[in-house]
């Protein structure tokens, strides 16, 4: 369910989607051991959307008051990097999202899907969030 992110998870979810970002998911990593609380993924089909998807990622988040504290990946990358801290933003291209595959190395993190076509909806809920649902 949404009302277990926070409201700047979502907010950054949001800011993908106005960019037309695609395959949006967010990882909650807590209780897995994780650096972070959150981590955001989502692909972009060419080098400067990467980059326009990160840019908005970072403006929506500093208008709600979330500092940036690094970012990597400028320069022609195929995955920016945005770290704030209790949530990390990850922003692939398609083959390099395929290659890390994140959702497969933090697979017992809770999943939320966010459907491209209609951004603003409740994400997918994914197999593990209905099993433990229920039980």
């Not at 993924?41 to 970072?58: F, H, M, N, W, Y």
């Not at 999943?111 to 969030?129: I, L, M, N, V, Y």
Request: aromatic share 10%; glycine share 6%.
């Amino acid at each position: 369910m949404t009302n277990s992110l926070r409201p700047e998870v979502l907010a950054a979810v949001e800011a993908a989607h106005d960019k037309q970002a695609f395959d949006v998911t967010v990882l909650k990593l807590t209780g897995t051991g994780a650096f972070a609380e959150y981590f955001l993924l989502c692909s972009g089909s060419s080098q400067p959307q990467l980059r326009a998807i990160a840019d908005a990622i970072e403006e929506r988040l500093h208008k709600q008051g979330v500092r940036l504290a690094h970012r990597e990946g400028k320069g022609g990358a195929e995955w920016e990097l945005l770290d704030f801290g209790y949530i990390v933003a990850h922003i692939f291209s398609e083959r390099a999202r395929q290659y890390y595959d994140l959702e497969r190395l933090w697979r017992n993190a809770e999943r939320f899907d966010f459907p491209s076509t209609t951004p603003g909806t409740p994400p997918h809920q994914s197999a593990t969030e209905h099993n433990e649902a229920q039980a």
